[in-house]
């Protein structure tokens, strides 16, 4: 207990001096924009504010990492990560401008403007200096019912500083129903709650990119765990299951990258035996409940489905973070050592949307396969846990295989692989990792890194390539009862 309560005030400390790096120089509305860390460094209370960002940020991965296994009990897990979070939600936005953006577009709708279609630029919101240059001229890459939410803090909040208090309660309120399924998807899988929800909740990309940042993954998470407990809870149950599609269905019209948790959540909704009848019969009410919520919220906002023309335009950024971009631009710079421009960036990235799509389906099948090869119905823990892994698996290699990525996306699949993995450090190492990426006022560390981390990342892909192919192919030796039959 002593070492427990030792990470619970080094996590503290760490969440309390990313605070103070959030008034020193944060996100702020009036913070200049395209900031590096050498101009960081000479600007007044420069060197304060990185130096909190370093040390704070240091703590609160360290204290997170020292109890992945769990911390002393469920209340203590929920207790830390309160107080953690204590801090950062008084703060300014931290780690990113996205929360301007979504300000904007939360204006552009209630001037009743058609945010899918006029860019905030264009539509003159009057926060634009605030909103990040790449997302000045973009249309809204969310669904409606997040429009919806942005419109409402902006009505709510008035002005600039009151839409950003209430879009971070809207964000909190997520992660708040979130914190609450959580123990029900832990208990369903067998997995100490102790754990899963300190991993899932005390870790340093909640504090800073969910709390801090107000990001709307938040909500799309709470949307996401709220649904997949009531299909694991009240399997075959027709009025239960059309709830728990309609949650489903609106964090997908929060975020579209909730869609790839549709299928896993319908192996969910099934009662008794995985048949193709059973699948059909209970996975029909989970999918009429899923276009429900996407008919309604987008005929109540009046946007219809413009949204999903708005997400071609999320892959407009190139950074190394993301392993198909990182690829894409190595071989570019290959061929410009030999005169050529390859343009390889858009081919990779297609090519690993469509890698990323048979990898969802061989998850999918596995997990199906898994729960089906029996005669009698699986045990139900069992069916839950390879439910929720699938499910996490699936987000996790979304993540991987996207054009993009930003820190705050690691939390999707950190969430469900904490109420149903057995082993920890292979995705809490990588999100501990992502914790260093961004600096206090947004500014992303892989803009200053962006040949050398793309030749890093591509090298890593071919190692774990190789190890992967290397797993696969082992040749399985002979059992001792073998040896005698030939």
């Given at each position: ?16 001096l990313?605070?103070?790096?959030a ?13 590096t ?28 990492w020292?109890?992945r ?11 830390t990560?309160g107080l ?19 300000a ?5 709708y209630?001037q ?5 279609a ?13 909103v990040?240059?790449i ?14 939410l942005?419109?409402?803090?902006v ?5 600039l500083?009151?839409?950003?208090v209430?879009l971070?309660?809207?964000a ?17 899988a ?25 990001h709307n993954?938040?909500?799309m ?7 997949l407990?009531?299909a ?6 027709p009025?239960?299951?059309?709830v ?8 997908v019209?929060?975020?579209?990258s ?8 319908a192996?969910?909704?099934?009662r ?6 059973s699948?059909?019969r ?5 999918a ?8 309604v ?22 950074q190394w973070?993301?392993?198909p971009?990182?690829?894409?631009l190595?071989?570019d ?8 421009d390859?343009q390889?960036?858009?081919v ?13 389906a ?13 005669d009698?119905a ?7 846990r ?8 699936a ?13 705050w ?10 109420v ?15 914790a260093?990426?961004t ?34 192919h082992?040749p ?11």
């Amino acid at each position: 207990m002593g070492a427990a309560r030792l990470a619970r005030y080094v996590g503290l400390v760490g969440a309390v001096l990313l605070a103070v790096a959030a008034y020193l120089g944060g996100a702020l509305p009036d913070a200049p924009l395209g900031a590096t860390p050498e101009s960081i460094w000479r600007a007044p209370g420069g060197p304060a504010t990185l130096t909190c960002w370093l040390v704070g940020t240091v703590s609160l991965v360290g204290a997170w990492w020292s109890l992945r296994g769990g911390a002393p009990s469920t209340r203590w897990a929920y207790v830390t990560a309160g107080l953690w979070a204590l801090p950062l939600l008084v703060a300014p936005p931290l780690g990113s401008r996205d929360v301007y953006s979504y300000a904007c577009q939360g204006w552009t709708y209630a001037q009743g403007v058609d945010p899918y279609a006029v860019p905030v630029a264009a539509a003159g919101c009057p926060w634009l200096d605030a909103v990040a240059p790449i997302w000045r001229d973009t249309p809204a890459p969310y669904g409606p019912v997040f429009v919806l939410l942005a419109a409402l803090a902006v009505g709510v909040g008035g002005g600039l500083t009151g839409t950003i208090v209430a879009l971070r309660v809207i964000a909190v309120a997520g992660l708040l129903l979130g914190a609450l399924c959580l123990p029900g998807l832990a208990r369903a899988a067998g997995v100490p709650v102790r754990r899963a929800a300190w991993l899932a909740l005390a870790g340093p990309l909640v504090g800073v990119h969910l709390v801090a940042g107000a990001h709307n993954d938040a909500v799309m998470l709470g949307l996401l765990l709220s649904g997949l407990l009531l299909a694991v809870r009240r399997p075959g149950r027709p009025a239960s299951l059309l709830v728990a599609g309609v949650l489903l269905g609106l964090a997908v019209t929060v975020k579209a990258s909730a869609v790839v948790v549709l299928p896993f959540a319908a192996l969910a909704a099934v009662r008794g035996r995985h048949t193709v009848r059973s699948l059909a019969r209970d996975g029909g009410w989970l999918a009429a409940g899923v276009l429900a919520g996407l008919l309604v919220s987008s005929a109540v906002s009046g946007l219809g489905f413009g949204w999903v023309g708005g997400l071609t335009h999320s892959g407009d950024s190139e950074q190394w973070t993301s392993p198909p971009t990182a690829v894409g631009l190595v071989v570019d710079y290959a061929g410009a050592l030999v005169g050529r421009d390859p343009q390889a960036v858009p081919v990779v990235r297609a090519v690993a949307l469509l890698l990323l799509a048979v990898l969802l389906a061989l998850l999918w099948w596995r997990a199906w396969g898994a729960l089906g090869r029996r005669d009698d119905a699986p045990d139900r823990i069992e069916a839950c846990r390879v439910v929720l892994l699938g499910t996490g698996l699936a987000l996790a290699a979304t993540v991987v295989l996207s054009p993009v990525f930003y820190p705050w996306y690691a939390t999707w699949p950190l969430a469900l692989l904490a109420v149903a993995a057995t082993r920890t450090t292979w995705f809490v190492l990588p999100a501990a990792v992502a914790a260093f990426l961004t600096l206090p006022d947004g500014t992303n560390l892989a803009r200053f890194a962006k040949a050398p981390g793309a030749v890093a990342m591509t090298a890593l892909v071919l190692v774990l390539l190789v190890l992967v192919l290397r797993l696969t192919h082992r040749p399985r030796l002979p059992r001792p009862f073998d040896r005698g039959r030939s």
